[in-house]
């Protein structure tokens, strides 16, 4: 299955920008590239995803670079909220099909400081 | 919003017994999923659901394991005769359609402890 590489832990002061990278090397043509994140003691929670184009919702944006191999997550301001394991993950085509089961590595931890 | 919920929020059992974990997914919903953390690791996937059926599963769902959506709003994880290891956090998840270009929704989870 196609992975990801990740920081594992990154800090951010409050208030300022945030941009999270996420390696995947070997993106095929048809995989999503979605970000979840979790707060302490919560389940996962979806951010963002994309196929090619960057993408902007009201939590975040997340910019492709043009090859795929990589992506960045982007938090415009980071809140103490914002304080979560950050997980990029791919969705194939071939593995769980239009399940789009979530494999989930190991993450990057952002800290953010008031 | 609606939202997934879970029941309940810790289950502590003896080892050997047999457990029930409870989900209600968001009403609109057609793709379920269970997910566990045992603490300290990584979230992992243990199956899917669709259509009444299992679409997939991950190693860790073996025979131990079953998932049922017996009514029109339920969707339960049974774990036959629990081990010391299946003690982790149990999400469930709900999406609306096949999630590779949609989001999950997770439940706040239930954590299973067995003693």
């Known amino acids: 299955d196609a992975k990801t590489t990740q920081p594992n832990s990154m800090e951010s002061n409050e208030e300022e920008p945030v941009h999270l990278p996420c390696n995947h090397s070997t993106i095929s043509g048809t995989d999503y590239i979605h970000w979840y994140r979790q707060l302490p003691s919560q389940g996962p929670e979806y951010v963002i995803h994309g196929l090619t184009s960057n993408v902007n919702n009201r939590m975040a944006s997340l910019a492709i670079a043009e090859d795929r191999k990589s992506s960045t997550l982007i938090l415009h301001r980071a809140t103490l909220r914002d304080a979560a394991v950050y997980y990029c993950?791919?969705?194939?085509?071939?593995?769980?099909?239009?399940?789009?089961?979530?494999?989930f590595g190991k993450g990057t931890k952002l800290s953010v400081k008031p | 919003e609606p939202e997934v919920t879970q029941t309940p929020s810790h289950q502590v059992t003896q080892m050997g017994q047999e457990v029930i974990l409870r989900c209600v997914p968001i009403s609109n919903h057609l793709y379920f999923y269970w997910y566990r953390q045992i603490l300290g690791q990584k979230v992992e996937f243990l199956v899917s659901?669709?259509?009444?059926?299992?679409?997939?599963k991950s190693e860790i769902f073996d025979d131990q394991f079953s998932v049922e959506r017996p009514d029109g709003s339920n969707f339960t994880l049974k774990i036959r005769s629990t081990k010391l290891e299946d003690s982790a956090m149990y999400f469930c998840?709900?999406?609306?359609?096949?999630?590779?270009?949609?989001?999950?929704?997770f439940g706040p989870g239930t954590r299973l402890t067995v003693l």
């Open positions: 659901f669709y259509n009444n059926e299992i679409s997939e």
């Open positions: 998840a709900s999406s609306e359609r096949g999630a590779r270009n949609n989001e999950q929704f």
């Open positions: 993950i791919l969705i194939e085509r071939g593995y769980g099909g239009s399940q789009g089961n979530l494999i």
